[in-house]
């Protein structure tokens, strides 16, 4: 016992000088963030394994931990970038946009260009000779600009171009090559902006486009003193003309205001909506039903070979998704698909599986039962063997039929585990985007212009609205989308556990 | 789901592989990476300079490149069509691009245009391309000289039980459907006086389209054209020998190859007017007639042009100009390039050099008559409804003149010019 | 008498194997396609004949020695090995808690593991691609592009669903075993161990083929976090071949899928045994 307790405190005693270690780290660096997240962190470990009250808590920790890292975290982030304008063009800081505008910069027409020769023996640079219309400089590979006077330049074969200078020989274009990292960034200073390396032979002069004026937070154009000013995340001129890149601002509930009551967003609203829940719901009752079904046909120990059948059952959850539903989609294929082809021959008809709404739906929920029956039945299995073999003994014995056994004893025990995992599954399908976008992508088309298909779910449709808009890919809008997606799911899961009593179950504590 | 990817690296602005300066940095996609290399592995070897090619998926790179390269994370240049043009040029993220006379001299003019917005040219052209009408050899020994003609043959050739097609076009699609809109004088965008798009005339529901789609949907209707006819689908049945005749691209000449199938490339057959004369009297509809039929014209697909876009955050634009100037706009690299992507060489040097391939003269012919697909970012919030009206006028749910009606009214919604 | 029985049992018999058998050729037919599509040389998802024209290996000979594919296999195998593991674990861990103890707070936390994880994943991306990197910024073989770093994300789905199956199933196991145990000095946690574990064999089974199954297969976060050919993982691996323009490799994808699911059956079948066992062991039933 003593051992035991010495035990912990060493372990516990090692964990919290590592994490004092890494505190200071980041403290060091200055990532606030980290900081607080360790220290509270290795606070509650601490609380944890010291306090008896929270004994429980020791064995959700871990999972818990896990949870708010990779679930909670990236969900609360969502919540977040839902208020603000994050989308296309508007992904930096103010800061960082400002900075990026004032890096342009332009070239005054007339250009003031400089020919220019490098000189040096070896690849090593000595000095650059810029000669321009009127004034010819030097320039040391620093990028100091003075007077060519006191420098000697000789054109041996008299064909213009200078070949030595203070008898250096002038680059090979190789050797130029091997200086061109440095000369690239060369920024010379000259007037109002400086001279740059604009070709392989010339230095031209450029001038900073923008002045940044931090009092007044407005934004010069020099060339043509246009004045901009921020407008939601972005500079805008008077008549509308914008600077790229924005950046990430809150825009209140916008977002959010924008989908209820902009009628271009909701029109379709309502109907999909109402598909979502029939595809779900759909979905959920009949694999359950067909993999609870297989379970129990499964379960029959008189049964042989069933080790084999389980085995071959569990295929369509075996093969990768993406793969399988493709291979669906060109089943119901109106033209050379296997099931047109089978219905032609034997009874000379077409189904349109995928162009017509109600068959499109149907084969929707068709290849999901598919999909979905495998993982219903591996956890019906799971639960069957929760219950004792003497309940069923004792039903038999008071004269109960199968079918009796099944609605009176299996069925509630099984729900009382399996509930939840229904749940779940309706839930999941509720956002299932793989299955929608690589079987029909949403089709058939219901009217012009809404965007929404005859398949689309509430996913799908979110993403088409903040993906493939005419405004580039709309993160914020897409964000909004997913937590009023998220609380709708989560009231109607609520609502269905208060109808199946779970809660009274959880509180009496079974 | 790819996309939703896209979308999320495109957000995270992460892209792992930023230009620097004194090394050069492309992304292309995998059709055209071979090329770059061969190139780069002639430059460094001539200069010194590492040019670094990553592969970056064809969907994947006009979003990347907008959000990368502003961040000083992007490549020095990309690979990319001409309408991606408009809206990098829009978000200030392409440099502009002055052409040295001898090289300008040396690329085909209507590309030059198609690369240009506003005036300013920002992108080097290197191919072109736009459909025809792609025939199995085996089944159609001589192209149909007339729209009749290929009616005819296609009649001859459709089976749907077996099933074989005589005639087919990917739908619904509207890409693939605008040689038909734009025949008898159906356009996306009309023009200005100085010749700029017009993003608020909106020519899809005009006589000349709807006329177009009508003759599209009484195909339908015959059960001669199959609705609902995908890539995918029309790909399998062509390598199997069951289509005979098919609207397409350059892009899918390959893949009959691969499955030895030998096939001809033709222009599809001028439309016949639904009245003579046409355009009726008081309209004015841009249509090309077709000399050796009277009250035929000629369908006129998009013309999609390949080019090189500079950024503009590039910090080695003498290098990129050096390069591209003198390396890779060369015969040689355009040839190898031909050859790789078998689309149109814009380079004329190299265009001289294939135009003697039947399949480059076919397609070649087939756009001749052809409209730059339009590069302005207006275009977005036309594709989502026009290919609406397509899948319903395929499915029989709508008459074309309704379909293009209530899709032109979106659009012109949607671009708020109502 | 006896010998309707006999015949009634005969014909139950018969039908439940038919009824089987039924069920296998709706699970099996559309993978009959998948293999059929493996052999063909000619690329195309043919959907309309099960034989290819020329069946050939030639799509697994290029997948096994000229792809990195065996590389993916054992990278996914890996991650989704260690990942399920961990998760049932934790899971079991958080079940043990929920079934046994009385805690403020139990219901509604009970509640919100599953309302949690129904949030949309595909929109959290953003974040956990950001957490990451900066992991790796402290530590680097915990961050982007690492198997560790996979997993750490996976581990976020430790607690959620299963942990309701599994608590469920804890809840139908008598409490007095352990009270004996713990009469007998036995710490809860030993009681847990060595008590509860064994007995939930069959749940820990089952709960570790649905994870290994769900992660194996996962494609969106192992594809922003994973780069090079070297640390795919095979769903990500194999979406190069049908990824790009025009260039779909249907075969060797096809060859891909086979491969994998086989290696996941095997592993079914190799617990199968585990499954079934709290039906035998009789013994530990009050």
Known sequence: ?510 | MRRWLVVTLLVLGASAFAATPGKLLIWCDDTRAPVFEEAAKAYTEATGIVVEVVEVPFGEIRGQFITAAPAGEGPDFIIGPHDWVGELAASGVLAEIQLPDDLKDNLDSVSLEALSYGGKLYGIPYAREGIGLVYNKALVPEPPATWEELLALARKLTDPTVPQYGFVVQNPDPYHFFPFISALGGYIFGKTPEGALEPCDVGLDNAGAVAGMEIMDALFEEGLLPAGLDWNTWTGLFSEGRIAMVVTGPWAIRIAKDAGIEVGVAPIPSLPAPESPWPPEGIDLPVIPDPAHPDHFFPRPFVGVQGVMISAYSPNLPLVEDFLYNYVFTKEIMLFLYELDPRIPTFLPTYEEVAADPIVKGFAESIKNGIPMPNIPQMSAVWGAWYDAMALIGNQELEPADALHQAAENIRETLGCK | MACRRKVGFWTRRFVRNLLAWVAIAFALFPAVFVLGTSFNPANNLSTTRVIPRNPSLANYFELLFRQPFPTWLWNSVKVAGISSFLSVSLCALGAYAFSRFRFSGRRVGLLTLLLVQMFPQALGMVAIFLLLKRIGTYMPWLGLNTHPGLILVYLGGALGFNTWLMKGYFDTIPRSLEESAMVDGATPFQAFRWIILPLARPILAVIFVIQFITLYSEYLLASILLKGEKMYTLAVGMRIFIGEHYRDRWGIFAAGAVIGALVVLVIFYALQSQIISGLTGGAVKE
């Not at chain 1, 064995?59 to 603000?84: E, K, N, R």
């Not at chain 1, 100091?144 to 000697?152: A, M, N, P, R, V």
């Not at chain 1, 219950?387 to 509630?412: H, K, M, N, S």
């Open chain 1, 1 to 510: 016992m003593v051992v035991r307790v010495l035990l912990k405190v060493a372990l516990l005693g090692l964990f919290d000088a590592l994490a004092v270690y890494w505190c200071v780290l980041f403290l060091w660096d200055g990532n606030w963030t980290f900081l607080a997240v360790t220290a509270g962190g290795t606070l509650l470990l601490n609380w944890l394994v010291l306090s008896s009250r929270s004994y429980p808590l020791r064995y959700l920790f871990p999972g818990l931990f896990f949870l708010s890292l990779m679930v909670v975290y990236p969900a609360g982030y969502t919540f977040y970038i839902s208020f603000t304008n994050y989308s296309t063009g508007h992904i930096l800081s103010k800061d960082e946009a400002i900075g990026l505008i004032l890096q342009r910069t332009y070239s005054p027409t007339p250009s003031v260009s400089f020919q220019f020769w490098a000189f040096g023996e070896e690849g090593k640079l000595y000095g650059l000779v810029l000669r321009g219309e009127e004034d010819t400089y030097f320039l040391l590979p620093d990028g100091q600009l003075s007077s060519l006077k006191g420098h000697e330049l000789t054109d041996h074969d008299g064909d213009g171009v200078p070949d030595e200078l203070d008898g250096h020989p002038r680059l090979t274009r190789r050797e130029l090559f091997q200086n061109i990292e440095r000369l690239q960034t060369l920024r010379v200073p000259y007037g109002e902006g400086w001279l740059r390396m604009a070709t392989l032979t010339e230095f031209r002069l450029y001038l900073p486009q923008y002045r940044y004026n931090p009092g007044k937070d407005i934004l010069v154009d020099r060339k043509t003193g246009k004045i901009y000013r921020p407008v939601e995340g972005k500079f805008v001129a008077d008549d509308g003309a914008g600077i790229d890149p924005g950046w990430v601002t809150f825009v209140g509930l916008r977002n959010y205001i924008r989908f209820f009551f902009d009628p271009r967003y909701h029109k379709a609203f309502g109907r999909v909506f109402l598909w979502t829940v029939e595809f779900a719901v759909l979905t959920v009752g009949l694999s359950f039903a067909l993999g609870l079904a297989l379970a129990i046909l499964l379960n029959d120990r008189k049964l042989r070979l069933r080790k084999l059948y389980r085995s071959l059952l569990i295929v369509p959850y075996a093969i990768p998704a993406f793969i399988s539903i493709l291979i669906w989609r060109g089943f119901f294929n109106t033209h050379v698909g296997l099931f047109n082809q089978a219905l032609q021959n034997w009874l000379g008809t077409k189904v349109p599986w995928l162009t017509d709404p109600f068959w499109a739906r149907f084969s929707v929920v068709f290849t999901n039962v598919w999909l979905t029956y495998p993982y219903m039945m591996l956890i019906s299995l799971g639960a069957l063997q929760s219950i004792p073999g003497e309940l069923y003994e004792a039903a038999a014995i008071d004269g109960a039929g199968p079918w009796q056994r099944f609605t009176r004893v299996t069925l509630p025990l099984l729900m009382i585990s399996l509930a939840p995992m229904l749940i779940g599954s309706f839930a999941y399908t509720f956002n299932n985007f793989t299955l929608i976008w690589l079987l029909t992508g949403g089709d058939p088309v219901v009217a012009i212009g809404e965007r929404a298909g005859a398949t689309d779910i509430l996913l799908s449709y979110a993403y088409k609205l903040a993906f493939q808009g005419a405004r580039g890919n709309e993160m914020g809008m897409a964000s909004a989308l997913a937590v009023n997606i998220f609380l709708i799911v989560a009231l109607v899961s609520g609502i269905s556990f208060a109808r199946t009593r779970m809660l009274e179950e959880v509180s009496r504590g079974m």
